[in-house]
């Protein structure tokens, strides 16, 4: 594994996919298909950077960032529909470590309220009411920053 981070380092990307590749064959744990994700992230192979996220995800669903970097690719890299990305979203609720599940929830509500705002369709789409249902489920999941997510919702509410 310190072979392969050097070698991503060094630029040296087909050398870093041998080396995680190996780190594979050792043993079959998520942190090489991560690894794998951010090379393949980083030549711009967003086909593979998916499937070894997906592996990722299989082996350790708990982790809530891959969840995160899944939703990020498939809004940035693809032409995924919104509905795809809440599917991806709800999949990763039921799925991730209810501790960082929160960290999901807030994600998805600016995700939501963004992808609302390039459309410029947020009430036709619903969009701006999925948004506001992830920060009340977030106030539900993290009282302790209940102010800060109420504050989200009186700011959305005003453009529905």
Do not use: C, H
Not at 75 to 80: I, W
């Amino acid at each position: 594994m310190d072979n392969a981070r050097t070698s991503f380092r060094n630029k040296a990307y087909l050398q870093s996919i041998v080396y995680y590749k190996q780190a594979l064959t050792l043993q079959n744990t998520d942190t090489p298909y991560s690894g794998l994700f951010i090379v393949y992230g980083a030549q711009g192979d967003w086909v593979n950077a998916q499937k070894v996220l997906d592996l990722a995800i299989k082996i350790n669903p708990l982790f809530v960032d891959y969840w995160i970097s899944k939703l990020t690719v498939l809004d940035e890299k693809t032409s995924a529909t919104y509905q795809e990305l809440k599917n991806v979203y709800n999949e990763g609720l039921s799925k991730v470590d209810p501790k960082t599940k929160i960290n999901l929830v807030t994600y998805f509500a600016r995700l939501a309220e963004a992808r609302a705002k390039r459309a410029g369709i947020a009430e036709n789409n619903g969009q701006i009411t999925d948004a506001i249902t992830a920060w009340t489920y977030a106030k539900q999941l993290f009282p302790e920053n209940s102010s800060i997510y109420q504050g989200e919702i009186d700011r959305l509410q005003i453009k529905i």
